[in-house]
């Protein structure tokens, strides 16, 4: 199992919108919708803000939204405010053969 | 509302194993799917294992043949060992719960020190 891709840093000025990356290869990323990410902050438990690829949880802002093509997930922040100042990771889900799930290597946002 | 902590020793000696456990409250840890997942000082998320409610389990392969998870009903909490530690399993180390095929509720995380 390898780490998804993810760019280490992104940042954007508060009202912005951002887009985060995660790229794997067909047999995560690309074998199905199953993406998840996560947004982190410093000694804090990691916070669940989309599943399924596109899909919210209940009680997490709009401004996040999730998308995938090919290989490639997608996490997009729009209208940036300071607290979204995070790490945030992506996660794929495999179901073929026994549940596993590989995370990317994390992308540190700042907002300006 | 399900709420996780994790807890063990936070200093483990090379070569020895890491005993973690992670208690569950406000439901029973037979209505879902776990998963322990540690992060390195100053590096990304690790996913090392899963385990249903049933007892079944898959671990990540890179550490497969030292781990395992367990349960305990009457405790209601899960557990991690990870044997012949080394300083490379220096983390903090999550439990979380599974649903819809991610990690919704996490705990706050607890850093062990492999050294001697």
């Known amino acids: 199992q390898s780490a998804l891709t993810q760019p280490a840093s992104v940042s954007g000025s508060p009202g912005q919108s951002i887009t985060i990356s995660c790229t794997g290869s067909?047999?995560?990323?690309?074998?199905?919708?199953?993406v998840s990410w996560y947004q982190h902050h410093p000694d804090k438990a990691p916070q669940l803000m989309i599943y399924d690829g596109n899909k919210r949880p209940s009680g997490v802002s709009n401004r996040f939204s999730g998308s995938n093509s090919g290989n490639t997930a997608s996490l997009t922040i729009s209208g940036l405010q300071a607290e979204d100042e995070a790490d945030y990771y992506c996660?794929?889900?495999?179901?073929?053969?026994?549940?596993?799930?590989?995370f990317g290597g994390g992308t540190k946002l700042t907002v300006l | 509302q399900v709420q996780l902590q994790e807890s063990g020793p936070g200093l483990v000696k090379p070569s020895e194993t890491l005993s973690l456990t992670c208690t569950v409250s406000?439901?029973?840890?037979?209505?879902?799917?776990w998963s322990w997942i540690r992060q390195p000082p100053g590096r990304g998320l690790e996913w090392i294992g899963y385990?249903?409610?049933?007892?079944?389990?898959n671990y990540n392969s890179s550490l497969k043949s030292r781990v395992s998870m367990s349960t305990d009903t009457a405790r209601n909490h899960f557990s991690l060992r990870l044997t012949s530690v080394t300083a490379a399993d220096t983390a903090v180390y999550y439990c979380?719960?599974?649903?819809?095929?991610?990690?919704?509720?996490w705990g706050r995380g607890t850093l062990v020190i492999v050294s001697s």
């Open positions: 385990m249903s409610y049933s007892g079944s389990t």
């Open positions: 067909s047999s995560d990323v690309g074998g199905s919708n199953l």
């Open positions: 979380a719960k599974i649903a819809a095929r991610s990690f919704d509720v």
């Open positions: 406000g439901d029973s840890i037979n209505s879902y799917y």
């Open positions: 996660c794929s889900y495999s179901g073929s053969g026994a549940p596993n799930w590989v």
